[in-house]
C-alpha cells in the first residue's frame, strides 16, 4: 500500500510540473487543462503528504487544489469560448506567462521641450554670433598664467 502513496506524490509532481511547463513554454495556454493538471496534481500530493505526516505540505496543496477547482468552476459558469482552451499564439522565445506589454512611445513631431527652450535661449542671445563661441578661444587670445584652457 505503502507503493501506492509513493505512486500517487510522483504522479502528482509530473502533472503539476508537465503544466507548469506547457504554459511557461507557451504551448499551452493557462485554461482548462492547466488547471485540471494542477487540481490533480495537488490532490495527488495531500494523498502522499498525509500519508507522511507532511502537514505544511498538506495545507499547501489544499489551496492549491482549491485555487484550481475555483478556476475550473468559474471557466465552466462562463461557457462558451472562456471553458475552452484557446490556441497558443507565442511569440518565438517568450514565455506567454511573462505578462508582456506593448511599449509603444510616443511620436513627437516637433523639439523636445528641452530643446526647444536651448534653441529659444541661443535666439535670444544677440550677441552670440556661433553656437560654441564661448567654449572655443582664439588661440592668439593670451593666456593667463597659470590658467587652464578649456
Known amino acids: 500500500m ?3 502513496w509513493e505512486i500517487a506524490g510522483w504522479a ?3 502533472a503539476i510540473l508537465s503544466a507548469y ?3 511557461s513554454m507557451g504551448w499551452l495556454k493557462a485554461g482548462k487543462a492547466f ?3 494542477n487540481l490533480v496534481g495537488a490532490s495527488a500530493f495531500i494523498i502522499n503528504g498525509a500519508f507522511h505526516g507532511a502537514w505544511p505540505s498538506v495545507a499547501t496543496n489544499v489551496a492549491w487544489c482549491l485555487i484550481s477547482a475555483v478556476a475550473l468552476l468559474r471557466m465552466r459558469a462562463a461557457g462558451g469560448s472562456a471553458g475552452i482552451d484557446a490556441p497558443a499564439v507565442q511569440l518565438p ?4 506567462t511573462t505578462g ?3 511599449v509603444i512611445e510616443p511620436r513627437v ?3 523636445h521641450p528641452i530643446e526647444a527652450r536651448a534653441v529659444e535661449a541661443y535666439a ?3 550677441y552670440a554670433t556661433e553656437p560654441y563661441a564661448a567654449c572655443t578661444a582664439s588661440a592668439a587670445a593670451p593666456a593667463r598664467q597659470g590658467a587652464v584652457a578649456i
Open 12 to 14: 502528482g509532481a509530473v
Open 124 to 126: 535670444a542671445e544677440p
Open 35 to 37: 488547471q485540471t493538471a
Open 100 to 102: 508582456q506589454l506593448a
Open 2 to 4: 505503502e507503493l501506492l
Open 93 to 96: 522565445g517568450v514565455p506567454d
Open 21 to 23: 511547463l506547457t504554459v
Open 109 to 111: 513631431t516637433g523639439p
